[in-house]
Each structure stands twice: as C-alpha cells, then as structure tokens.
C-alpha cells in the first residue's frame, strides 16, 4: 500500500531499555521527520533527514538517535527510555522542507515509559 | 518561546454554525501558514494553507485568513459539520533554504450535532 506507515502502533517499555520505532513510507520522498506530540506542545521536530545518510536535530532531539540508509526508511532509536519521553510519536514525509510544502504523516506511535 | 501560538486549547460549536480557530505567530520571517487536522488515533492530514502575500484562501466550507500586521491568522469553517470534530494544528514555515515548519499547540474542535 501507498503511504507512510508506523511500526508499532503502541510500545510500553521500560526505563533505560533501548526502544526503536519505524517508519516506511512509499512515495521516495526527500524529507523524512520525527515529531512528538504532547499536550499543550503540540508537534515537535525531534529528527529530520533530508535524503538518505543525512539526518539533523531538530528542536527535542536529546535522548534521541536516527538513521536513514535507505530513503524509505527512516527509524527513531530511545537509546535508553525515560518517563519524559512517554508520548505520540508521528513520522512525516515530504517531497520539499519549509514554504507552501505539504507534509504526509503517519498514524502515530503512542509509547509509554514505565 | 512559541513563535506559533493557538491560545485555546478547546473550542465547542453548534452544527451549522461557524468554527473560527485562532492562531498567533511572532516570527516575521513566515512565508506560508498550513492548517491540519487530526482526528483521534491518526496522524494530521494537510487542510489549507495560505501565502504570506496573500490575506484569504478558501476551499468549500473552510477559509484562512492572515492579518500580517497583528501577526494573526484564522481558519473559518462554515458552516461545521459533526465531521469536522478534531484537532486543529496550525503551522508555519518559510521559503529559506533549510527551514523546519513549526506548529503550534493545537486546538480541539467540538462541533455538537
């Protein structure tokens, strides 16, 4: 199927395991993102990746690790999960960064830290 | 500090009547203002989006509207449909090489049958 897809869709792990989230997308696009969603921030860039083997920090990028060696995939790493980083995560992808540029995000990954 | 900022968090409107979702920014800099929207369990979806050379965009039953000068822009949904009961994100963004859209907190829709 076309599209962006998230796997898993929910995650409970516990404090300092190494969590990794994925994301496939099917239409090559460029752009790549990681956001976290939490009440009262709204979305937050965490990673993006302008092509593959290029990835930059966004605005929460601590405690976080990407990697993009295929332009359809592009996996977020918890190196070693804390309870601040429970949230919904959501990747994006877009042909473009920045102006009039629509951005295609998945359904959303909702992880728990226990 | 949020250079994107929707000050309510919540919103409740009849069916049929008009939803009007507030959004701030602090950043000249902004080139382009996109609305998504999100229902529960999914990701956002594009909705609307209006240039910064531009003070209204309109498509069907929504409108964005950008007062430059006051750094504010709306989205207009007329009239609201049960439907359209999600969050709404704003966000902007800017034509320089490099830059990363920016959202703003969101705003919860209930549109009431």
């Known amino acids: 199927d076309a599209g962006i897809t998230q796997s898993p869709r929910y995650k409970i792990t516990e404090t300092g395991r190494q969590v990794t989230l994925m994301c496939h997308q099917t239409?090559?696009?460029?752009?790549m993102f990681w956001y976290r969603q939490d009440l009262g921030h709204g979305l937050r860039l965490i990673y993006y990746s302008a092509a593959a083997d290029i990835t930059d920090k966004g605005e929460v990028p601590d405690g976080y690790v990407v990697s993009r060696s295929k332009t359809e995939n592009f996996p977020l790493t918890l190196e070693s999960a804390t309870r601040s980083q429970t949230s919904v995560y959501f990747c994006a992808s877009s042909e473009s960064q920045g102006g009039n540029t629509e951005a295609f995000f998945g359904q959303g990954t909702r992880l728990t830290v226990v | 500090d949020q250079q994107v900022k929707q000050n309510s968090p919540s919103l409740s409107v009849q069916e049929g009547r008009i939803s009007i979702l507030n959004c701030d920014y602090t950043n000249s800099m902004f080139d382009y203002f996109l609305w998504y929207k999100k229902y529960p369990a999914e990701g956002p979806t594009f909705l609307i989006s209006i240039s910064s050379i531009k003070d209204k965009n309109e498509d069907g039953r929504f409108t964005v509207f950008l007062n430059k000068s006051a750094k504010h822009l709306s989205l207009h949904i007329v009239p609201s449909q049960p439907g359209d009961s999600a969050v709404y994100f704003c966000a902007a963004s800017a034509d320089t090489g490099g830059f990363k859209t920016i959202f703003g907190a969101g705003t919860r829709l209930f549109v009431k049958a």
């Open positions: 239409w090559s696009h460029s752009y």
